[in-house]
């Protein structure tokens, strides 16, 4: 049975942790739990299901979502949301079962991760563990644009937004 001494001790105890704990940044906080400084960040140990490739810096956004891709599992595009609102990719997960890594390089076993792949502004540049960062796409200068693709794909677009406005009319 415990003494009302060491109730009120305890209720003390308990007053300045959580005073404490708030003082603290969330850097600090982590560090303080059991297992510190040994945790880490998703895709350094290697050991994980995706390899990560990073196209901008997650500093230069706020909040972030996942978006699954083509077949299911196997390629995720990491999205950042910025601090005027704009999203835009941060990086790319590609499944473990649908490229592989050979001599520093990550190697496409999947159509669609190598349609990726060739997407990409660079070839994936081996970080550590199963991190790799590329450029977010080829830089294609404004002389050059509209590209072929900008065209067709524009072109989809306005027979989409045709098919939507008079659908019913042509059916």
């Not at 294609?140 to 590209?147: F, G």
Request: glycine content about 8%; overall charge positive; hydrophobic content about 25%.
């Amino acid at each position: 049975m415990t003494t009302q001494k060491q109730r009120e001790a305890a209720k003390e105890n308990i007053k300045k942790a959580q005073e404490a704990w708030q003082n603290m940044s969330s850097r600090q906080r982590s560090l303080a739990q059991p297992e510190g400084r040994e945790r880490e960040k998703p895709g350094r140990g290697g050991e994980g299901d995706y390899y990560h490739v990073g196209v901008r810096e997650k500093n230069d956004f706020e909040t972030f979502r996942t978006h699954d891709i083509g077949d299911e599992g196997g390629l995720q595009r990491v999205a950042g949301k910025r601090s005027s609102g704009s999203w835009d990719t941060v990086k790319w997960l590609i499944s473990k079962d649908f490229a592989h890594v050979e001599d520093g390089k990550l190697i496409p076993d999947h159509d669609d991760a190598k349609d990726l792949l060739d997407k990409l502004g660079s070839e994936p540049k081996h970080v550590k563990g199963d991190m790799f960062e590329a450029k977010p796409r080829p830089n294609v200068p404004e002389k050059n644009k509209p590209t072929e693709a900008q065209k067709k794909a524009r072109q989809e677009n306005i027979k989409k937004a045709q098919k939507a406005r008079h659908g019913d009319d042509n059916e």
